[in-house]
């Protein structure tokens, strides 16, 4: 069973910064993708991110692409969203989730989710 810990989450001013955290227990985190959604209240979740278990491969939606990135550490079992030039649209709980596959391949069909974190971007 795997456990997923966002942190990181928090109030920002619209161009601001914020670094996201997801520390992962509970099985090997180096064989599967990871990824990031978010959602807002009343609306369907959206993916955000996703990184390949290697690392060298990312996935962006058009909406961030250029001011997020995603990375991983696979000693320290942790994948990380560092979110700059924020939007108040970016306001959102944000969902680190672990893929059920190697390599992301698109869809929200994640094998296990966190609980989530708050960001909330002010205008």
């Known amino acids: 069973q795997m456990q997923l810990a966002e942190s990181g989450g928090g109030l920002v001013q619209a161009g601001g910064s914020l670094t996201l955290s997801c520390a992962a227990s509970g099985r090997p985190f180096s064989h599967y993708a990871m990824a990031w959604f978010r959602q807002v209240a009343g609306k369907e979740r959206e993916f955000v991110a996703a990184i390949a278990w290697h690392g060298g491969t990312t996935y962006y939606t058009d909406s961030v692409k250029g001011r997020f990135t995603i990375s991983r550490d696979n000693d320290k079992n942790t994948v990380t969203l560092q979110m700059s030039s924020l939007k108040p649209e970016d306001t959102a709980v944000y969902y680190c989730?672990?893929?059920?596959?190697?390599?992301?391949?698109?869809?929200?069909?994640?094998?296990?989710w966190g609980k989530g974190t708050l960001v909330t971007v002010s205008s």
């Open positions: 989730a672990q893929d059920k596959r190697s390599d992301y391949y698109g869809g929200s069909d994640m094998d296990y």
